[in-house]
């Protein structure tokens, strides 16, 4: 089964304030994420990755959060715009292992 | 926009066709992987090639035939396939194989594929 999963399959948001994604991962020895997103009719496009050893990383106007603890992954996108609606996954590797594992997505909404 | 390109973006089939998606990459990269997405669901990896040569095969059946004539090119051969194959073939690429982490492994647009 997935050792990925998202909390909510749909998150809607009003135009400029901050959202938040969720993901639960289960596999402990997991340790390097990745947060992408996917436009309607489009590829996954690599937004953010974290690896094991880090609990934040930040780039333009997105943050990552690990808390290794719970096995939580969440990416905080700042101020959201339209062009930020897209179905985000997580994914994970585990170390020495092959292949993507991916959540199920989140489909975020901008509302105007 | 992804430096991962996939041909055709469209390709509608019968199951007694034969077809083929392509794949190319600039990036010097030497992993290229295939997934498949269905709708609403997240991309499942169907093969890795690493160095050219096959490494991973995720149970897939026959009727899909992957093959890396060079480090940039990656196909995927289809072959009496079913309507069920229908989906969103993914080719992505990354540096080294996905064992490593930070190893950024990037998607392309996808092919839709359509069996009738």
């Known amino acids: 089964g997935e050792s990925v999963g998202l909390h909510l399959p749909t998150l809607s948001v009003q135009e400029g304030d901050n959202s938040i994604i969720n993901c639960a991962y289960s596999?402990?020895?997991?340790?390097?994420f990745i947060w992408y997103k996917q436009e309607s009719g489009k590829g996954p496009q690599f937004i953010i990755d974290?690896?094991?050893?880090?609990d934040k990383r930040q780039g333009q106007r997105v943050t990552v959060l690990l808390n290794k603890t719970v096995k939580h992954l969440s990416l905080q996108i700042a101020a959201t715009q339209p062009g930020d609606s897209a179905v985000y996954f997580c994914?994970?590797?585990?170390?020495?292992?092959?292949?993507?594992?991916f959540g199920k997505g989140t489909h975020l909404i901008i509302q105007p | 926009d992804t430096e991962v390109t996939q041909t055709p973006k469209h390709l509608v089939m019968g199951m007694t066709n034969k077809k083929s998606l392509k794949c190319e990459q600039h990036?010097?990269?030497?992993?290229m992987y295939w997934y498949k997405q269905k709708a609403k669901k997240p991309p499942e990896l169907m093969f890795v090639?690493?160095?050219?040569?096959?490494?991973i095969n995720e149970s897939v059946p026959s009727r899909f035939s992957p093959e890396c004539p060079n480090s940039s090119l990656l196909n995927l051969h289809l072959h009496a396939l079913q309507p069920e194959d229908s989906a969103l073939y993914l080719c992505?690429?990354?540096?080294?194989?996905?064992?490593?982490?930070?190893?950024?492994?990037?998607f392309g647009e996808g092919s839709w594929l359509t069996v009738v």
């Open positions: 090639y690493s160095y050219e040569k096959l490494s």
């Open positions: 990036m010097g990269h030497r992993a």
């Open positions: 974290i690896r094991s050893n880090m």
């Open positions: 992505a690429s990354s540096q080294e194989r996905q064992g490593a982490a930070g190893n950024t492994i990037y």
């Open positions: 994914a994970e590797i585990s170390g020495g292992a092959d292949g993507l594992t």
């Open positions: 596999n402990s020895a997991s340790d390097y």
